[in-house]
């Protein structure tokens, strides 16, 4: 089972500042098969991401996504209000895992 | 527009069979493509995917969990059903279906808002 790794816990950032967040696989994932949700409290989470880098319809893009192999990563240019929520990665090939978790709170 | 219903006992005891039911609209499972997975939620902590069930009634399981499982579907009704057995406190969670549509790229498109169960002891 690929195991993912996100780093860090908790990024403290003020609006208009850019967030990298990381997600790192214990193996390679196959064809790059990585999608990002944002999850806000109380809701289901929202997919972002897709294939690594394909943004799902209706995001914004100030975010961004890239990677390949065993490290990959979400970046978001510009934080909204609205962005400061938690962020799963999930890789799909080699069955289906979530990694721990990045919270990304208003400093 | 695709949306997708959790619904099932907000508690049960310990040792007891859990099942669960997603009911959907604006999506068929019997379309080539489409699948439905149910991913739970421990209060506080990380998703954790558990099974998933395509549109050709194939079905996958998380490898911790496999021997308490099973998913199944009413294509009639459009629901997908999942059973977990034997349950215990650890297993108290929100349980989300969510919907595949990508063809084997098995990443969400569309949630439910989850329902939140709790196991007694």
């Known amino acids: 089972e690929t195991v993912l790794t996100q780093s860090p816990g908790t990024l403290s950032l003020s609006p208009g500042e850019r967030a990298t967040l990381s997600c790192r696989a214990s193996?390679?994932?196959?064809?790059?098969?990585i999608a990002w949700y944002q999850q806000k409290p109380g809701q289901a989470p929202r997919l972002l991401i897709y294939?690594?880098?394909s943004r799902a319809t209706g995001i914004p893009d100030r975010f961004s996504a890239s990677g390949s192999g065993t490290d990959f990563s979400l970046t978001i240019t510009r934080l909204e209000p609205e962005d400061f929520a938690v962020y799963y990665c999930?890789?799909?090939?080699?069955?289906?895992?979530f990694g721990g978790g990045t919270k990304v709170e208003i400093k | 527009q695709v949306t997708l219903r959790e619904s099932g006992p907000a508690v049960v005891k310990r040792t007891q069979t859990l099942t669960l039911t997603c009911t959907f609209s604006?999506?068929?499972?019997?379309?080539?493509?489409?699948?439905v997975g149910w991913i739970r939620q421990p209060p506080g902590k990380a998703l954790e995917w558990l099974a998933l069930i395509d549109w050709d009634d194939d079905k996958f399981y998380s490898t911790s969990l496999t021997t308490r499982l099973t998913v199944s579907r009413d294509t009639s009704k459009n629901q997908a059903v999942l059973t977990m057995t034997n349950m215990d406190p650890v297993d108290t969670a929100t349980y989300y279906c969510?919907?595949?549509?990508?063809?084997?790229?098995?990443?969400?498109?569309?949630w439910g808002q989850g329902t939140l169960v709790t196991v007694s002891s």
């Open positions: 604006g999506i068929s499972l019997t379309t080539r493509g489409v699948s």
């Open positions: 999930q890789q799909y090939g080699d069955s289906l895992t």
């Open positions: 294939g690594a880098s």
């Open positions: 193996q390679s994932v196959i064809i790059n098969y």
């Open positions: 969510a919907v595949s549509k990508s063809s084997y790229d098995y990443y969400f498109d569309f």
